[in-house]
């Protein structure tokens, strides 16, 4: 879906620019007792809490990716790990209960075995007790493990939408026409399919290092237009 790739290339944005911008990485950890206040404010409407809450469980995305590195490409996995992370910081409801972390963590592995549900040869026949891969632990993932996320698809998917056009429409003003073509076969953009580092080198002819370098410049390129849009939040 459409829609759905811009998301993803935001949730690669948001991870990208984590990394850089900070020496240490992803934003340290916050205690519990920040988290709430966090959480009331995000609940209050505060959109910056959401942003803060989303940033500093980056590294829980990190953590749990390491759990499925055997079952596909790793930087596939983190930006589907992103993407469930902002779901649970969405839908989280804090009178039910249930720690941020413990529903977050439950929402991002959802949405890895999602994705690696969706990479599988579109011919195959799937029932519920097909293996999709294996963890780092070498347990087998079923697709009984895939369960849903609480969500306001409508309200987030209106929102969505205006984020992807803004996204594309800042993608064409400031990256250059190969730039933009790398960005759109990377991560699926514009109605292409998502390739790899090494498939894109394929069929643009050139070396895969170089498809990352132009790849990470292009990213650096947006990724304050992208935060200074407010994207993030």
Same mark, same amino acid.
């Given at each position: 879906?459409? !829609?759905?790739?811009?998301?993803?290339?935001?949730?690669?944005?948001?991870?990208?620019?984590?990394?850089?911008?900070?020496?240490?990485?992803?934003?340290?950890?916050?205690? !519990?007792?920040?988290?709430?206040?966090?959480?009331?404010?995000?609940?209050?409407?505060?959109?910056?809490?959401?942003?803060?809450?989303?940033?500093?469980?980056?590294?829980?995305?990190?953590?749990?990716?390491? =759990?499925?590195?055997?079952?596909?490409?790793? /930087?596939?996995?983190?930006?589907?790990?992103?993407?469930?992370?902002?779901?649970?910081?969405?839908?989280?409801?804090?009178?039910?209960?249930? @720690?941020?972390?413990?529903?977050?963590?439950?929402?991002?592995?959802?949405?890895?075995?999602?994705?690696?549900?969706?990479?599988?040869?579109?011919? @195959?026949?799937?029932?519920?007790?097909?293996?999709?891969?294996? /963890?780092?632990?070498?347990?087998?993932?079923?697709?009984?493990? &895939?369960?849903?996320?609480?969500?306001?698809?409508?309200?987030?998917? &209106?929102?969505?939408?205006?984020?992807?056009? #803004?996204?594309?429409?800042? !993608? =064409?003003?400031?990256?250059? #026409?190969?730039?933009? @073509?790398?960005?759109?076969?990377?991560?699926? !953009?514009?109605?292409?399919?998502?390739?790899?580092?090494?498939?894109?080198?394929?069929?643009?002819?050139?070396?895969?290092?170089?498809?990352?370098?132009?790849?990470?410049?292009?990213?650096? #390129?947006?990724?304050?237009?992208?935060?200074?849009?407010?994207?993030?939040?």
């Amino acid at each position: 879906m459409i !829609l759905d790739s811009f998301i993803n290339f935001l949730s690669k944005i948001m991870c990208f620019s984590s990394f850089v911008g900070t020496a240490t990485g992803f934003p340290k950890p916050i205690t !519990l007792e920040e988290e709430r206040k966090l959480v009331k404010k995000m609940e209050d409407g505060d959109k910056k809490a959401r942003k803060k809450l989303i940033e500093h469980n980056l590294r829980l995305v990190a953590h749990i990716v390491k =759990k499925y590195s055997n079952a596909g490409d790793a /930087d596939d996995l983190i930006s589907a790990g992103t993407i469930g992370l902002i779901k649970g910081i969405d839908s989280y409801k804090s009178e039910k209960g249930s @720690q941020l972390s413990t529903y977050c963590a439950r929402c991002i592995e959802n949405e890895i075995l999602m994705l690696i549900r969706m990479t599988k040869k579109h011919n @195959q026949v799937y029932s519920l007790e097909d293996t999709l891969g294996e /963890d780092k632990d070498g347990n087998e993932i079923t697709l009984e493990d &895939t369960v849903g996320c609480d969500n306001d698809e409508l309200a987030i998917q &209106t929102e969505n939408k205006v984020i992807a056009e #803004t996204i594309d429409k800042i !993608l =064409k003003e400031k990256l250059s #026409t190969r730039e933009y @073509q790398i960005l759109c076969m990377r991560y699926g !953009l514009n109605n292409t399919p998502a390739l790899t580092q090494r498939e894109v080198a394929k069929k643009l002819g050139i070396s895969r290092s170089y498809i990352s370098r132009l790849e990470n410049k292009a990213m650096q #390129t947006v990724k304050d237009d992208v935060k200074n849009k407010n994207l993030f939040i």
